[in-house]
């Protein structure tokens, strides 16, 4: 690790002397999840907590917040959060609260623990399963919608995309030949946002997942003792935003498939929360805006040492010309009618 990067002290060693701070007796088992914008690992225990899922090998989640990302308010607001789904009986999974705190220090870095949840990523496939997310982002969304965030940001135009695109410009990471393409349609897709939000009119905004696709969703089978079903993990990009933007990344495919997906979707998502049909007019638009987001955020993780391990794709020639051509595709389908939901 480069030693000037901030993660460079997180060692193994430095994880489980945070936990065992906490008296939790560690077993020396750590196991690094994947996780690229903050540090989590699976860390062993001697003994199961209270409420625990069972487990003849006991374990904890531990997440260490990336520095300077979020302020402490911030973090404590998605715990908060966290909390009141929670306490509605949503199946998500809180920080554990030690000592009346679910936000810890340690080594100069912030941490939360979690039970650790098994599962797999749902089969989308099966209509039955879409329904059944449906109900539980609804009842997400329901208790969203009861009050707002007051220190988390909104996902917006300027957020997601005006911001990340001046960022992309000044990098230096574009290549000098693919800079004049890449900022046209870069331009071309964010008018194409701005038009498609034009069409949708005032949309509420709530306080939502915000980063609700298939990984982040741990499904688990019907043991008889348990129904299992969805469990919602990572509040970690938890944002106000319209409500479709944990609806669409759960689609995929073409039209006509999408179409069918979001009607399951919905079928059981008004079951607890009502669906403004304007905002069918901004799935495109969200999608764009998180293209050009996600490009932004390899661009300044680019200095952290995992990163070029992990993506050794980004700052080639050949990923900013895979970039400009998707933000093609994105600025023709800004321009087809809204998704109609079967």
């Not at 997942?209 to 969703?217: A, E, I, K």
């Not at 495109?284 to 070029?308: G, N, Q, V």
Request: proline share 8%; charged share 25%.
């Amino acid at each position: 690790m480069d030693a000037s990067h901030p993660y460079s002290s997180l060692t193994p060693d430095a994880v489980l002397n945070a936990l065992e701070g906490l008296g939790l007796r560690c077993d020396g088992r750590l196991l690094a999840l994947n996780s690229y914008e903050n540090r989590v690992y699976q860390v062993g225990l001697d003994e199961a907590l209270p409420g625990a899922p069972p487990s003849p090998m006991p374990a904890v989640v531990a997440k260490f917040y990336r520095p300077a990302r979020w302020t402490d308010a911030q973090i404590l607001e998605e715990h908060a959060f966290g909390a009141e789904l929670a306490a509605a009986e949503i199946p998500v999974v809180p920080p554990l609260a030690f000592g009346g705190r679910t936000l810890h220090e340690s080594g100069g870095f912030r941490f939360a623990v979690f039970h650790r949840r098994g599962g797999r990523s749902p089969e989308l496939e099966d209509e039955k399963t879409l329904v059944w997310l449906g109900r539980f982002i609804g009842r997400i969304h329901a208790v969203g919608a009861a009050r707002p965030f007051t220190r988390r940001p909104a996902l917006d135009l300027a957020t997601f995309g005006e911001e990340p695109r001046d960022y992309l410009l000044a990098s230096g990471l574009i290549p000098p030949d693919l800079v004049a393409a890449w900022t046209q349609v870069a331009d071309l897709a964010l008018t194409g946002v701005r038009h498609a939000y034009a069409r949708a009119g005032r949309v509420a905004t709530i306080r939502v997942h915000g980063d609700c696709h298939p990984s982040n969703v741990l499904w688990t089978p019907d043991t008889g003792n348990d129904p299992g079903g969805p469990h919602f993990v990572d509040l970690d990009d938890a944002r106000t935003a319209p409500a479709v933007q944990d609806l669409w990344m759960l689609i995929s495919g073409d039209r006509a498939s999408m179409g069918r997906q979001l009607g399951r979707i919905l079928e059981g998502y008004e079951d607890f929360a009502g669906f403004d049909d304007r905002e069918l007019h901004l799935v495109e638009a969200l999608r764009t805006l998180r293209l050009i987001h996600y490009s932004a955020w390899l661009a300044r993780r680019w200095d952290d040492p995992a990163f070029p391990i992990a993506f050794p794709w980004f700052n080639t020639p050949r990923y900013w010309q895979d970039r400009i051509l998707e933000l093609r595709e994105q600025v023709a389908a800004l321009q087809e009618p809204p998704l109609v939901p079967e």
